[in-house]
């Protein structure tokens, strides 16, 4: 562990193989797993739970207090996964009262300049690219890629495998394994190239397909087109995995292609 210049507070558990380059600033209750790296000029702050292998680049911040009124010094922590990047000035508020915890999770790339805030939760897989910014409790699942400068209202849910076209504004939930774009954000498809890249058969893809097509296709509204998808389709976890989605959807689901 390299510590010259740099302040690390002598209660944070830093495992040994950690490289902490000068000017670095570690406070108490931290703890970073084997094998990271800690560019310079990087704050890591109180509540902050670092996995292995991660590679934090200058003048990043994790764990920041919320930017919320209503926080009010509690206990809460900013956890990130193994082999994840946070890239130039990037920042991680921890959690509040209402989640405890703000989850970045493994083998996520989030380019320069993003922001995720307090109880956010970002799945595995994940990237952002540069100046996403995600509000408070957005969650967001595996696999996501989200474009450049992309804006996502607090509790907004981005489901898994979708790609988000760059400078959007989301204030709906995207459902699973679609693209979304233009202006104002909409449906424009499934993510088929994406899904191919992971391993999904075409007839997989093809079924995916179907189920948006009532979804967005069909003229019916999402309760009816559910219902339609449920009785008319065969199960699948693809299938299950939408309906679930579009049912606990509290935003509302983003609107299909005009």
Known sequence: MKQSLAYIHPAAKIHPSVIIDPFVTIEQNVEIGEGTWIGSNVTILEGARIGKNCRIFPGAVVSGIP?????????????????????????????????????????????????????????????????????????????????????VHQFCHLGPHVMIQGGALINKDVPPYVKAAREPIAYTGINSIGLRRRGFSNETIQQIQEIYRYLYLSGLNNSDAVERIEAELPATRERDEIILFVRNSKRGIIRGYV
């Open 67 to 151: 930017q919320d009124l209503k926080f009010q010094g509690e206990d809460t922590v900013a956890i990130i996964g193994d082999n994840t990047t946070l890239r130039e000035c990037v920042t991680v508020n921890r959690g509040t009262a209402s989640k405890g915890k703000t989850v970045i999770g493994s083998n996520c790339l989030i380019m320069a300049y993003c922001h995720v805030a307090h109880d956010c939760k970002v799945g595995d897989n994940v990237i952002m690219s540069n100046a996403t910014q995600l509000a408070g409790e957005v969650v967001v699942d595996n696999f996501a890629v989200i474009g450049g400068g992309t804006l």
